[in-house]
């Protein structure tokens, strides 16, 4: 081979490695989801029962008459971050994906507290069982995917529902941690307010009144007791800093089955990172 055409082939590739790396980048996202005449995927609004009242939903339903596995999306406090994209990614991957809003939360019926939240995942897990003919609903195969406050409800969630063997926590929100040592009903208020997380007006209750609850039975916050519930599970959970290092060590010890605990270089919704999310979730999906 000539120098010429030598320095022609390396020209080639260099050309065609950008080109091979954004597809490699992007093939998740940056096609169109398939259409199936006979069972076309679809929208589906859901008012979804729990603790008599009504929780406002909705499913993204794939392509096929068949029962598909679901992912339940639970959101953080108070919940503007829905995680959307990765439901559209999951829902093109075949799953049927569910979101609601809690008790108290964004128009949905009730009255809100953290313990409602985890009551509502189990109330939608049941909700789902009595559904599955008409969502076409795989109840034997329903995962739970949580980001921040959602990722502390998913993992509360696991302990209470043996059946479901799998959760997701993203950037888990440690509500034990964060008030560890705080005495007073006073000290909570400053600190919550210090700390940004003073409700807007889509929660329907009283800032002391929704972190009473921490400075009175601490315990129920903490993810460390009774974890022994994790033992059979497969869990991830991915963060972007190191403060639930104790959390994950704990859980690790505990674990039988899969765990897996990361820290990424990122901010709190990832925003640098939604492809490799994707990616991760597929990929535990599919596990």
């Known amino acids: 081979m000539t120098m010429k055409k030598f320095l022609a082939v390396i020209l080639a590739a260099l050309l065609y490695l950008p080109a091979f790396a954004q597809s490699d980048k992007d093939e998740i996202v940056l096609h169109n989801l398939t259409w199936?005449?006979?069972?076309?995927?679809?929208?589906?609004?859901?008012?979804?029962?729990?603790?008599?009242?009504?929780?406002?939903?909705?499913?993204?339903?794939?392509?096929?008459?068949?029962?598909h596995p679901t992912l339940l999306l639970l959101h953080g406090y108070p919940g503007n971050e829905r995680n959307l994209d990765l439901a559209q990614i999951v829902r093109a991957h075949g799953w049927n994906v569910i979101y609601f809003d809690y008790r108290g939360s964004w128009a949905s019926q009730g009255e809100f507290s953290f313990q409602h939240c985890v009551e509502d995942?189990?109330?939608?897990v049941a909700w789902c069982k009595q559904n599955s003919e008409n969502l076409r609903i795989d109840t034997s195969n329903i995962v739970l995917f949580g980001h921040s406050m959602g990722?502390?409800?998913?993992?509360?969630?696991?302990?209470r529902l043996p059946n479901i063997k799998k959760g997701f926590a993203l950037s888990t929100w440690d509500i034990y941690g964060e008030f560890k040592g705080i005495k007073t009903k006073a000290e909570m208020v400053a600190k919550v307010k210090t700390d940004g997380s003073e409700p807007?007006?889509?929660?329907?209750?009283?800032?002391?009144?929704?972190?009473?609850?921490?400075?009175?039975?601490p315990e129920l916050f903490d993810l460390k007791?009774?974890?022994?519930?994790?033992?059979?599970?497969?869990?991830?959970?991915?963060?972007?800093?190191?403060?639930?290092?104790?959390?994950?060590?704990?859980?690790?010890?505990?674990?039988?089955?899969?765990?897996?605990?990361?820290?990424?270089?990122?901010?709190?919704?990832?925003?640098?990172?939604?492809?490799?999310?994707?990616?991760?979730?597929?990929?535990?999906?599919?596990?």
């Open 121 to 124: 995942v189990v109330n939608a």
């Open 36 to 67: 199936d005449a006979n069972a076309p995927a679809g929208f589906e609004e859901l008012n979804i029962v729990s603790g008599g009242s009504l929780l406002q939903g909705f499913m993204y339903k794939p392509n096929g008459k068949q029962k």
């Open 151 to 159: 990722a502390w409800i998913c993992l509360q969630a696991l302990k």
């Open 200 to 217: 807007s007006f889509v929660l329907n209750k009283p800032l002391e009144d929704i972190f009473e609850p921490v400075l009175k039975n």
């Open 225 to 287: 007791v009774n974890a022994e519930a994790f033992a059979h599970k497969q869990i991830i959970m991915l963060d972007e800093h190191h403060e639930n290092a104790p959390i994950a060590n704990t859980i690790k010890t505990l674990n039988t089955n899969y765990f897996d605990y990361e820290v990424w270089q990122t901010d709190h919704p990832f925003t640098n990172k939604r492809v490799s999310l994707m990616k991760k979730v597929l990929e535990f999906l599919d596990r």
